[in-house]
């Protein structure tokens, strides 16, 4: 490629907008696609550029036909068309997605599963009905415990572990979290109709937790006076952890854990020797505000803290940056990000082998290469 | 073999008590042996030859060291000595202990796990406190759902599915069944002391469910305000169940079901033409009482019942016959026994494949040949 084609290519897309690289296929059917965590710019990544995780194939759901029927533990079980739900009473969250496989890629020695590397995360504005509404119209009957959110999307899964036959995709919510006024049945993304891919007509958004729990193509809600095991939740999204004094448990996968990621520079990248480079990337912490983001350069032994953006509120991540020094000196360099929460978390070093595929929030070192250059770094074209 | 060392061994051992033919390895290390089903002759089976299912090796308790502990969700946490248990008041329970692989030999496919036969199943008198007991001494909180039994033995699973390295063996219980009288802490076993190989010192007895739950080497016992979900209870002893209108579940193994066993004849028995024979088995339904045991000769479309012996009651086998006019022409039949249980439950000819290698309960048929012959059955030296 020619310098002229370059300055060609920038010339038609002004700061900040340069040509998206493309969403990374980490899966070709059914679709599973990653953000490419490096072209972080904004807050709220577009429709288009958000990470889809599917299980089977994107169920076709006809508008006119679809219905959301409300079951189980309730006192008035009732069901509701996609134009109903839209004139509801809604309300709009800003929430960050996380696959609770993101990260996976990083992981010694190496797990099964999707191999995500940092981009199976997103942040979007969600619009919808609360949840709690639509339970409160059908009346919770006493000694509910759970909600159980069932999706269109069905398949039979046949690696291990296998599914019992063919399944829809399911997971349940404890009713303190299905009752609280942040879930919520959303039909809108970052102001436009939910795409097919994302869960049209309805998707549930759970903030504060893993994606799996934001069931799309949602079908079918249930309320449960005991606690739910399909597949979802024994077989596959399960970690193991030591509670209290009980014998370790294997649990379903729920709250998002605290964590930084690093978009730039990016793995292996060549950066000048004694200049000055900005580090960039995203924190969230699930239920939680993220309150601080510090990097290291020495391996963690010291920390420095970056500019984190925004206000402080859960369930959405904030863009950071941090003004960087680079050494005189040529040669490795491992960089380091770690965040805090408002629950006094601070994402940790190192991470607990139980929790096999899922939870991958310990901290990921970046290495780069320092090389003396007299050539700027081309993130001087654009400004967060 | 001549017929004089026949006889010789015949008069050796009076009726009933023909030489014990051994228990059946099924694993070498830890041990798991099976009761040799076709050598059933009375109701309560010894301890020696009572079947034995072991998933770590046996441990060694010193019986001065030992203590049971009970804790968790209680008012008032506290501990036993053997000798302090052996003195409080005990009671007395019959009860058939069923392994829940029992008969996975007669899977089809062939599935994974200990191949069982007929025998990883017993009969015995318990003797031991009742748990009621202990937990209403600790005093159960309010807002607790389970009681987790846990036992000495433990190690680390290596085979799928893994276990997160070392564990103990444990197994919970909803409180309504914790609280029933019938679940004891049993410290003798058909009178003697409990063998070490059956839980020295104290066994958990849960009647009506199958054995896993019957927790050996009973150390601690932790009520719970969650439903436990440890090893035993997710990763194995776990089967596939549709409830109510909920997506499939995959729920930990508990009750029993209905089922009665041919002892005799055993498989492909060879058995004279137009002579009477005495089928005989045995025949148990978890929490219920057997009610009936029928006999079918032609595939399971017309049923004859058999003599259950015994009255009915719940938690223990009961012994059947059923005295057979042999065909007069030569060649193979088919036998089936089926139990009903006072529940309204009948055996079923079929089983549901989701039950994977557990809770094998349907409808057993034996092959057998029919042959002309002047010889008596080897069964007129003795009688039930």
């Known amino acids: 490629m020619t310098t002229e084609s370059q300055s060609q290519s920038a010339a038609a897309h002004p700061a900040g907008t340069r040509p998206f690289p493309g969403l990374i296929i ?19 990544v577009p429709n288009e550029h958000f990470f889809i995780r599917n299980h089977f194939p994107v169920p076709q759901v006809v508008e006119s036909n679809w219905k959301l029927t409300v079951e189980g533990h309730v006192e008035r079980p009732f069901e509701l068309s996609y134009a109903e739900i839209c004139e509801l009473a ?19 020695p190496k797990v099964a599963g999707l191999q995500w590397e940092q981009g199976a995360v997103g942040n979007a504005i ?22 159980v959110l069932e999706g269109a999307d069905n398949g039979e899964i046949t690696k291990e572990p296998k599914s019992p036959g063919k399944i829809h995709f399911a997971r349940s919510l404890p009713l303190p979290k299905a ?8 039909h809108t993304m970052n102001g436009e109709r939910l795409p097919p891919a994302h869960g049209f007509p309805i998707r549930a958004i759970v903030p504060g937790w893993y994606a799996m729990a934001s069931v799309k193509w949602l079908r079918r809600i249930v309320v449960t006076d005991k606690p739910f095991r399909g597949y979802f939740q024994t077989s596959d999204y399960t970690y193991w952890e030591r509670r209290e004094e009980l014998p370790i448990q294997l649990l379903p996968v729920g709250e998002m854990e605290v964590k930084a990621e690093i978009a730039r520079p990016a793995s292996r990248e060549v ?23 510090e990097i290291s350069m020495d391996g963690g032994d010291t920390w420095e803290p970056a500019n984190v953006h925004g206000k402080p509120e859960p369930y959405a991540w904030r863009l950071w940056d941090y003004n960087w020094k680079t050494p005189a000196t040529p040669g490795s360099q491992i960089l380091m990000a770690r965040a805090t929460d408002a629950a006094g978390n601070i994402q940790p070093m190192d991470r607990d082998s139980h929790r096999g595929t899922y939870i991958v929030s310990q901290v990921q070192p970046i ?9 700027k770094s081309p993130e001087d074209h654009y400004a967060i």
Chains 1, 2 share one sequence.
């Open 271 to 293: 950066i000048p020797a004694d200049s000055f480079y900005k580090i960039r990337g995203a924190a969230w912490a699930g239920e939680f505000e993220v309150t601080g983001v």
């Open 26 to 44: 980490r899966e070709k059917s059914p679709e599973n696609l990653e953000f490419p965590f490096s072209a972080l710019r904004e807050s709220i």
């Open 90 to 108: 809604s309300e709009e969250v800003t929430m960050t997605l996380e696959c609770a496989g993101n990260s996976r890629i990083f992981l010694e």
């Open 126 to 147: 969600w619009k919808g009905v609360p949840l709690a509404a639509i339970l409160e119209r059908a009346g919770i009957r006493k000694g509910a415990v759970e909600v």
């Open 179 to 186: 009752i609280s006024r942040e879930v919520i049945l959303a």
């Open 367 to 375: 290495e780069v290469e320092i090389r003396a250059m007299t050539k």
